[in-house]
Every structure is written in C-alpha cells, then in structure tokens.
C-alpha cells in the first residue's frame, strides 16, 4: 500500500452524513450485521453520542480508515460502534481511537466505560483488555443473527489533571 515516498496524512474528524457511503462498505466487512445507514443517522441525529471518523490522505486522496460511535451517558461512556479498514488494521488505529474515547470521557467528567463484544471476537477482546478493561458480565445469547454470547467489559476513566 505504501512505499518509502508516500505521504501520509492523518486526522480525525466529526462524522458526517456524506461520510457514510465509505462507512458503510467499511461496515459490510466488518460485522456479521452490518449496521443500516438509518442507525448512523440516529446516532448522527443523538445529541450525546460522539461520532468519529479518522480520515488519512495519501497522495492527494483522502479516505476513511476507521470509526467510532459512543455515547456519554449518566456519568458512563458506552462505546456502541468502532471498526478498522482491513488495509490498516494492526497499526494502532484502534487502540488510538479507544485512548481519544477515553481521553474525552475523563474531559467531559465520566467516571466508567463500557461495552459489549462477541465472545468470539478475540481480536477486540484483546483490543479492549490492552485499554484496560475487564470482563465484568455476560449477557447469554445476545446476539439475535448468531446467538451469541456478549461479554460485557468495564474499565474505570483516570481523570486527568486539570492544572498545569
Ligand atoms: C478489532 C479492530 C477494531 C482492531 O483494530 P486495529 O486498528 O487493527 O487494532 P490495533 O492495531 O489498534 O491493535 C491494538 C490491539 O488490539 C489487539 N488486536 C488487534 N488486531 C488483532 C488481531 N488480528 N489478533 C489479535 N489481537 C489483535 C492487539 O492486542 C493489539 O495490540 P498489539 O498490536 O500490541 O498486539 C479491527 O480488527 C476491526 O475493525 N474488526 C472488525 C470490527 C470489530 O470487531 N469491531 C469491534 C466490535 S466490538
């Protein structure tokens, strides 16, 4: 995908409806079910709920290389969506986008984090223990395509130092 010469720019943006398109084939890839435009259009329309997309330009192009959806809730930050492109998958996409959740939890005064995954979803297990979090439930059957189990995991946020 790249070579030695290629330029590389990252950022990360708000999500917006014309980013969708692009989601949405990043979306098919990535789940066994997929996620319609009409749920991303609630979560655009949500008020707290925090939608990110990280965008990275190489040469004169800019694309979407990965996303996250969640909400801040009653003192808890509830990660509801987050997926990598599959050509930039283990270079620490993910793992940024979880320390930013995070890092906007601690700013906005949110105590805990939560979510649920696939008990068979070993490479975001391991994503989310890397974050800090721990397997705390289990919600048996949970999901309705393939009736499997969703772990339930939590990590406590840091609050980060306001002086200084
Ligand atoms: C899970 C997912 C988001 C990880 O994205 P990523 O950008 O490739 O992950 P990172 O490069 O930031 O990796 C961070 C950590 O996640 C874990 N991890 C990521 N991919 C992994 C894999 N294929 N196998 C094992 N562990 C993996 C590792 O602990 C890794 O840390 P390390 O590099 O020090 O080993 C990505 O594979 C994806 O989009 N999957 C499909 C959608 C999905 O399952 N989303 C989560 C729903 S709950």
């Known amino acids: 995908?790249?070579?030695?010469?290629?330029?590389?720019?990252?950022?990360?943006?708000?999500?917006?409806?014309?980013?969708?398109?692009?989601?949405?084939?990043?979306?098919?890839?990535?789940?066994?079910?997929?996620?319609?435009?009409?749920?991303?259009?609630?979560?655009?329309?949500?008020?707290?709920?925090?939608?990110?997309?990280?965008k990275i330009e190489i040469e004169g192009k800019t694309i979407i290389a990965a996303y996250i959806i969640f909400w801040l809730v009653a003192g808890e930050v509830h990660l509801h969506n987050l997926a990598v492109k599959n050509e930039f998958r283990r270079q620490g996409l993910a793992y940024n986008m979880m320390i930013l959740m995070h890092h906007i939890g601690a700013q906005m005064g949110m105590a805990r984090q939560t979510l649920e995954v696939r008990e068979s979803n070993h490479e975001a297990i391991n994503l989310y223990r890397k974050?800090?979090?721990?397997?705390?439930?289990?919600?048996?059957?949970?999901?309705?395509?393939?009736?499997?189990?969703?772990?339930?995991?939590?990590?406590?946020?840091?609050?980060?130092?306001?002086?200084?």
């Open 131 to 164: 974050c800090g979090f721990v397997v705390e439930g289990k919600r048996p059957n949970y999901y309705t395509d393939t009736h499997e189990n969703a772990l339930v995991m939590w990590a406590e946020i840091q609050q980060e130092r306001k002086d200084g």
């Open 1 to 54: 995908m790249s070579s030695e010469n290629t330029k590389q720019q990252i950022s990360v943006d708000l999500m917006k409806k014309e980013d969708l398109p692009e989601i949405l084939a990043i979306e098919v890839t990535s789940f066994p079910t997929p996620w319609t435009e009409g749920m991303f259009l609630d979560e655009l329309r949500t008020a707290h709920a925090q939608c990110l997309v990280i």
